[in-house]
């Protein structure tokens, strides 16, 4: 099994995060939001259906679902690939040089109901957590939900 997690199928679905090393933020424009999510569509968008997903200052969530054919390694190249060219864009607009992400990305198999109803209860919770920073400034962040419960179990 990879290290950062369980290893992906075919077909399943899977709450998959990241966030920055120490105390760095990953995005700290509209820009980079922007640009974050379109380097995740060029590179995940042929592997995953993108079930929710939600951004913050120093982190991020993905509830996807593999698509069919995707195998472990696949997926796993993609996505690190995609997580790679996002810092480097980000290191250069920023002038920085330093690594942005912690070393693996992680996930968790979404395996009953009742824990994909608290992974999206804990994706839509974190953004509200990040709502307001301690001296009152609104943090931007982005959560997505595709009615996805309802997708998922076929009601």
Same mark, same amino acid.
């Given at each position: ?21 120490? /105390? ?9 939001? &922007?640009? +974050?999510? %379109?380097?995740? #569509?060029?590179?995940? @968008? ?30 796993? /190249? ?9 810092? &480097?864009? +980000?290191? %250069?607009?920023? #002038?920085?040089?330093? @690594? ?56």
């Amino acid at each position: 099994m990879d290290l950062a997690g369980e290893i992906f199928e075919s077909g399943k679905i899977y709450h998959s995060y990241s966030k920055a090393i120490g /105390k760095e933020v990953l995005f700290l424009n509209d820009e980079n939001f &922007k640009y +974050f999510l %379109k380097r995740y #569509d060029d590179y995940c @968008a042929e592997i995953f259906e993108t079930l929710a997903y939600c951004l913050i200052p120093n982190h991020f969530h993905f509830l996807v679902r593999v698509k069919d054919g995707s195998s472990n390694n696949v997926v796993v /190249k993609k996505f690190s690939n995609f997580l790679n060219s996002y810092s &480097k864009a +980000f290191n %250069k607009s920023h #002038d920085r040089s330093a @690594a942005l992400f912690q070393r693996k990305f992680k996930r968790k198999i979404i395996s009953s109901e009742s824990y994909l109803t608290r992974i999206i209860l804990y994706i839509h919770l974190s953004t509200s957590l990040w709502r307001i920073s301690g001296n009152g400034n609104i943090l931007p962040s982005i959560l997505i939900l595709h009615n996805c419960q309802k997708r998922l179990l076929g009601r």
